[in-house]
């Protein structure tokens, strides 16, 4: 298990039987960038990975 494991976990645990819009991640991710500017490169790679999902990943 990862460390960052224990905060998915926490997610799921948490909101995990919530339905949320694409659009309420996003603002949800705009918010976590503008307190955390540092985070910013890490928050754009995993935006861009959900945006894509598998179509663009091949085994």
Same mark, same amino acid.
């Given at each position: 298990m990862y460390f960052t494991d224990r905060g998915i976990e926490e997610l799921e645990r948490r909101r995990g039987e919530e339905d949320v819009?694409?659009?309420?991640?996003?603002? %949800?991710? %705009?918010?976590?960038?503008?307190?955390?500017? $540092?985070? $910013?490169?890490?928050? $754009? %790679?995993?935006?861009?990975?959900?945006a894509r999902d598998d179509e663009d990943f091949e085994d």
């Open positions: 819009s694409l659009a309420w991640v996003a603002d %949800r991710l %705009r918010a976590f960038v503008d307190a955390n500017p $540092e985070f $910013e490169t890490a928050i $754009e %790679r995993f935006a861009t990975y959900l």
